[in-house]
């Protein structure tokens, strides 16, 4: 069975920019990820399996978070080779500002050329976490030719995709009530100060403790950057939302490919959730992408 029966997995990092193609090439040069497709105000990335990296350029905020271990939306990209792609960015001149160990493996943070922090993990390879055995698992199947590739280049050999995304919230215990019972995401970990939410698909929304409320914005440009959840019903869990007294920010956004809409959690941080259709769902001569197709096929299939 899947994790949740709403929530298919983590879909979209959408870092926002005042200029995206000079994100895009910073990303597609510097990390080596592989072009999906641009657009004059979007360049999506292929960030393994069916974890899209999107910079926008869509009338964003000039302001950033100035402290990492205060951000909200902190995307984690699984390395297998943390030296080689730290050693990357110091040749391009990136500002790497953490490089450290602790209980879930190495890690290093690095401010890209806009200004959003990225952290980099690479786990131990006996790590018995079963987010880890999972990549370890889809890992081999790439190499041997099995793995998910939506018919574009591979990712580079040292990193394997973004696997999951930190969330600091002010309040650990209540953030993990709201995302469990409210959203539906399935707790896979608990430490004093750090809480593991199983997105499905082998995705993670990782809460940790030291962030801080903020004011929630009335529009989701208002906020540097966002991500999005994929869900397999648009309409049956945004009903859900309203039910349970969530407080939307953007509501239905239809589009060709589906439907999506923006709501803020108790804390006052932005989530996005979005339900992508199969070919013959699309509307306006729109045509399914490849991600999408193969990200509902894995969710039917886990049914």
């Known amino acids: 069975m899947s994790v949740s029966a709403e929530v298919m997995s983590l879909g979209w990092i959408l870092p926002r920019s005042q200029n995206a193609e000079r994100v895009a090439r910073f990303y597609g040069e510097v990390l080596q990820l592989p072009l999906l497709r641009g657009y004059a105000d979007a360049w999506l990335f ?108 591979p990712m580079p050999a040292d990193i394997q995709g973004i696997d999951s995304l930190i969330r600091h919230v002010a309040s650990l215990d209540a953030m993990v009530d709201f995302y469990t019972g409210t959203l539906g995401l399935v707790l896979a970990e608990r430490s004093g100060t750090r809480a593991t939410l199983d997105c499905g698909d082998g995705t993670a929304l990782e809460l940790r403790s030291g962030g801080k409320t903020e004011t929630p914005p009335g529009d989701r440009f208002e906020v540097p950057d966002a991500f999005i959840l994929r869900v397999s019903h648009f309409d049956g869990y945004r009903a859900k939302l309203v039910e349970r007294g969530v407080r939307l920010v953007n509501d239905r956004i239809q589009f060709g490919r589906g439907a999506l809409g923006y709501f803020c959690d108790p804390e006052g941080h932005l989530v996005g959730y979005e339900e992508r259709y199969d070919q013959d769902r699309c509307k306006d001569d729109a045509v399914a992408f490849a991600e999408d197709l193969e990200a509902n096929r894995r969710w039917r299939a886990a049914q």
């Open 46 to 153: 292929w960030a393994g399996e069916t974890v899209v990296f999107e910079p926008k350029s869509d009338a964003g905020p000039t302001w950033r978070y100035s402290n990492w271990e205060h951000s909200p939306t902190l995307p984690v990209m699984r390395c297998v080779d943390l030296a080689g792609v730290r050693d990357r960015l110091r040749r391009h001149g990136v500002d790497i500002v953490a490089d450290a160990e602790d209980e879930l493996g190495k890690f290093a943070v690095f401010k890209d050329v806009d200004g959003h922090f990225v952290m980099l993990r690479e786990a131990p390879p006996d790590s018995q976490r079963s987010f880890d055995a999972t990549a370890r698992e889809r890992a081999a199947a790439t190499r041997q030719h099995r793995g998910y590739n939506p018919g574009i280049a």
